[in-house]
């Protein structure tokens, strides 16, 4: 999505760690407008597949979820990063490490809001890793569900998590994928 490229370069910040830095849009202060464009796309991407419920992890994932969600016209479901008291009876969970905060999150659906004649489409800010849409892909299919694909915002091509998937037969669909970037640069893949 050239529109998305043209944003991360004029107000994204590469950060040490290969950290790069959208809060001015995407997961800080939201571009309400420009993630409505967003979620058109990834309603067009995904159209002939047929989802019937969108899936994301809290908190940065559910802006983006929404958006696509509300072109689709499709309920969203969250994944918690932690087991509140506001979720009763019986969870799907997986373990998911982090990549921008170094950490391993137990994320938990309540186990009502994924059934097994679902056909959900996952949706997430970042892909780097792909370890939260691994976790995520995980309970769907402990729901016994369908995943029909995944799609970020942003990937993070160079860390080859969303190429991984690819390869396990996952249609992945990255609004802008970052070939490589540094201090002074940031490529796009074509």
Same mark, same amino acid.
């Given at each position: ?25 995407? *997961? ?7 993630? #409505? @464009? #967003?979620?058109? @796309? ?23 979820? #929404? ?18 008291? *506001? ?11 982090? +990549?921008?905060?170094?950490?391993? +999150?137990?994320?938990?659906? *309540?186990?009502? +809001? ?19 849409? @691994? ?45 490589? #970037? ?9």
């Amino acid at each position: 999505m050239k529109a998305l490229e043209d944003k991360i370069l004029k107000e994204g910040v590469v950060l040490p760690g290969n950290i790069l830095k959208v809060t001015s849009f995407l *997961n800080h202060r939201l571009d309400v407008d420009f993630l #409505m @464009e #967003m979620g058109k @796309e990834i309603a067009r991407l995904f159209e002939t597949e047929k989802p019937t419920k969108i899936l994301t992890v809290e908190t940065s994932g559910i802006a983006i979820a #929404m958006a696509a969600a509300a072109d689709m016209h499709l309920p969203v479901v969250f994944a918690k990063k932690h087991k509140s008291h *506001n979720i009763s009876g019986e969870t799907l969970s997986a373990v998911v490490h982090s +990549y921008t905060h170094g950490v391993d +999150y137990t994320i938990v659906v *309540n186990k009502e +809001y994924i059934s097994p004649d679902d056909r959900v489409l996952i949706v997430d800010d970042f892909l780097a890793n792909g370890k939260a849409l @691994e976790g995520l892909i995980d309970i769907v299919g402990q729901a016994g569900a369908e995943v029909i694909g995944c799609s970020c915002a942003i990937e993070k091509g160079f860390q080859q998590g969303g190429d991984k998937l690819r390869e396990k037969g996952i249609k992945v669909e990255s609004l802008a994928i970052v070939e490589s #970037m540094s201090d002074d640069s940031l490529t796009f893949r074509k």
